[in-house]
């Protein structure tokens, strides 16, 4: 299956790409940024360090953390959080539209190329 990867480059230290757009949806998801570590597959640390460095990049935060209480703490998107979840999702769907046709004709040149391969095997 052939895919799109899209990271987008911010700056010279930022990039942002479909691991940290996970990881924001994944902390709007579980209300935590353990929690969306664990979702993830990635420690506490990682999940934090990526944030910050986030919320630094972008001059305010993409995540607030929220005070404990009987069920502790735990961390939300901000209102800028959300949005650079929705503009980075529409860059990936105009990408994918964009890409669509090319990326079918590849996995077509792929079908053809292993069908000539299965032919040559057989003389």
């Not at 757009?21 to 998801?29: D, H, Q, T, Y």
């Not at 934090?48 to 939300?76: C, I």
Request: aromatic share 4%; hydrophobic share 45%.
């Amino acid at each position: 299956m052939i895919a799109v990867r899209l990271f987008l480059k911010l700056d010279a230290e930022t990039r942002i790409g479909h691991g940290k757009v996970a990881l924001l949806e994944a902390i709007a998801e579980t209300g935590s940024i353990s929690g969306a570590g664990r979702l993830l597959g990635m420690t506490y640390r990682r999940a934090w360090e990526l944030v910050d460095h986030l919320n630094k990049a972008f001059g305010r935060p993409l995540v607030a953390g929220q005070s404990g209480g009987t069920g502790g703490g735990g961390a939300r998107l901000t209102e800028l959080g959300r949005e650079v979840v929705a503009r980075y999702r529409a860059v990936q769907a105009a990408a994918e539209a964009a890409a669509a046709p090319h990326v079918a004709a590849l996995a077509d040149l792929m079908a053809t190329a292993e069908a000539q391969d299965g032919l040559d095997d057989g003389c």
